[in-house]
């Protein structure tokens, strides 16, 4: 089964930057939506950004114009650019990557892989 590892998390200040990278240990090109999910101390975990087979990107409200998402099927990777961190941003980032089925017709449907989580964390 393919796995995902993710690197780049760290710790910065108010206003810092940090890439996060996700490698599949095979070819993502099979997967439809790979992406990135938080989950902060104490709260459920959140979808942070998305990107399609197609290049189709999706952000949620709070990182839009923040966060770049990007993935390069040739070195099994994607990618989340994080720009102007804010202590809110706190979190375990999760990394993960969806079927077609997965993705267009729900959770029970297809294939979805996790990673086992980076951690970012943004002092004031």
């Known amino acids: 089964q393919v796995q995902l590892m993710e690197s780049g998390g760290g710790q910065v200040h108010t206003g810092g930057s940090l890439r996060l990278s996700c490698s599949a240990s095979?070819?993502?090109?099979?997967?439809?939506?790979m992406g990135w999910y938080r989950q902060a101390a104490g709260k459920q975990r959140e979808f942070v950004a998305d990107?399609?087979?197609?290049?189709?990107?999706n952000y949620t409200d709070s990182v839009k114009g923040r966060f770049t998402v990007s993935r390069d099927n040739g070195e099994n990777t994607v990618y989340l650019e994080m720009n102007s961190l804010k202590p809110g941003d706190t979190a375990v980032y999760f990394c993960?990557?969806?079927?077609?089925?997965?993705?267009?017709?729900?959770?029970?449907?297809?294939?979805?892989?996790w990673g086992k989580g980076t951690p970012v964390t943004v002092t004031s």
């Open positions: 990107i399609n087979n197609g290049g189709g990107r």
């Open positions: 993960n990557a969806r079927s077609r089925a997965n993705y267009l017709y729900g959770r029970a449907y297809g294939l979805e892989l």
């Open positions: 095979a070819s993502t090109s099979s997967f439809y939506a």
